[in-house]
């Protein structure tokens, strides 16, 4: 299966994408053998949701559906039977974002996981609303159908971990294809066209309402495995730091937090590696102390575990250091964020 780096000539689009395409063909009678004939696109490479596909290949699906079904507006109707894990691992990860404002922060961060021409900007206009900006070039061939199936998509994501009520309304550069009511049913916001770009308007209000997704995360926990997975897929080779803190957490499972430690996993002196981590705007103190954070929310979840032994766990000479530590990194204690875990994980048990 083809990754993004061993793509290099084509623009690239996160394949479950593509998965959707199988069950919308499916949906509507278009057989897989039909869209892998005329795209060049083997039913195994759609099927996987982790590997990349070439944009062309979606040009190419958006082209056949417009031309199979004229009289259906398949965005809408593709947004609604796909899957959540449209998304991928992306989406699967920024489901669990404690809050809205950390969701748009990081789908805008982070875009580049979905679609390498995918643009996203998190814009507020006024202090009312929070806009979340997006282009991608292929909703310029496809007469707007990437950008509905992408915003609708984001949209689902939104209302099921902050609520009907988070989205204020939904703009569309390009004109409207069908009728605006069957749209506006979809977004349960008013929906308009022809506007100067695509984009998501929420509520500032609701920026900070925590997530119905049921677990308690805080952001650094999401955008380590972020930048992990944008390692992983070849958007960071030209950047070690991916690969330096995957060596922080390698250290981290046998308890060492030390930057010696780290520069000897890494065959490097201490020196050459603050040189370099220097040159990508962190520090080899900053990593060890983003997965201190990381790990000491895993560890207070386990109630069996004490603070003073979740300390010792850290490396932390006393557990005074590690309250410090903790008040600096979430601004409260350890025990103050294990009672919440507990309150949050009572309510989400069924009853």
Same mark, same amino acid.
């Given at each position: 299966m083809p990754f993004l780096h061993e793509i290099p000539s084509q623009y690239r689009i996160l394949s479950s994408m593509g998965n959707v395409a199988v069950f919308y063909a499916a949906y509507v009678g278009l057989s897989v053998e039909r869209i892998s004939s005329e795209t060049g696109i083997t039913p195994t490479m759609l099927m996987n949701p982790d590997t990349y596909l070439p944009e062309t290949f979606f040009e190419k699906f958006f082209q056949l559906l417009t031309k199979a079904f004229p009289d259906r507006n398949v965005a809408l109707e593709l947004a609604q039977i796909a899957p959540l894990s449209y998304l991928g691992a992306p989406g699967r990860l920024l489901r669990r974002a404690p809050n809205l404002r950390s969701m748009l922060e990081l789908f805008s961060k982070y875009c580049k996981l979905i679609a390498?021409?995918?643009? /996203?900007?998190?814009?507020?206009?006024?202090?009312?609303?929070?806009?979340?900006?997006?282009?991608? =070039?292929?909703?310029?061939?496809d007469n707007g159908m990437s950008a509905e199936i992408g915003l609708c998509m984001g949209t689902r994501i939104a209302q099921e971990c902050f609520?009907?009520?988070? !989205? !204020?309304?939904?703009?569309?550069?390009?004109?409207?294809?069908? =009728?605006?009511?069957?749209?506006?049913? #979809?977004?349960?916001?008013?929906?308009? #066209?022809?506007?100067?770009?695509?984009? +998501?308007? #929420?509520?500032?209000?609701?920026? *900070?309402?925590?997530?119905?997704?049921?677990?308690?995360?805080?952001?650094?926990? !999401?955008?380590?495995? +972020?930048?992990?997975?944008?390692?992983?897929?070849?958007? *960071?080779r030209g950047d070690r730091t991916a690969e330096i803190r995957k060596a922080v957490m390698r250290n981290s499972l046998k308890g060492d937090y030390s930057a010696a430690g780290l520069a000897q996993s890494l065959g490097m002196s201490i020196s050459a590696l603050q040189r370099q981590l220097h040159a990508s705007g962190t520090s080899a103190s900053r990593l060890i102390d983003e997965t201190r954070h990381i790990n000491? /929310?895993? /560890? !207070?979840?386990?109630?069996?575990?004490?603070v003073d032994e979740v300390a010792f766990r850290l490396g932390f000479e006393s557990e005074r250091g590690f309250r410090k530590a903790f008040q600096r990194w979430c601004g409260q204690s350890p025990a103050g964020v294990r009672k919440e875990m507990k309150q949050q994980e009572a309510v989400n048990v069924p009853a």
């Open positions: 390498d021409r995918l643009e /996203m900007e998190v814009v507020d206009w006024g202090g009312s609303e929070a806009v979340l900006r997006t282009h991608q =070039p292929l909703s310029l061939l609520g009907d009520d988070a !989205l !204020l309304r939904v703009q569309f550069r390009h004109q409207v294809i069908g =009728p605006v009511a069957a749209y506006e049913e #979809f977004f349960k916001a008013p929906v308009s #066209f022809g506007a100067k770009f695509n984009a +998501l308007i #929420f509520d500032s209000k609701v920026l *900070d309402r925590p997530s119905k997704a049921g677990r308690t995360e805080v952001r650094s926990v !999401l955008e380590q495995s +972020l930048i992990e997975l944008r390692y992983e897929n070849g958007l *960071d000491a /929310m895993g /560890m !207070l979840a386990d109630s069996s575990l004490s």
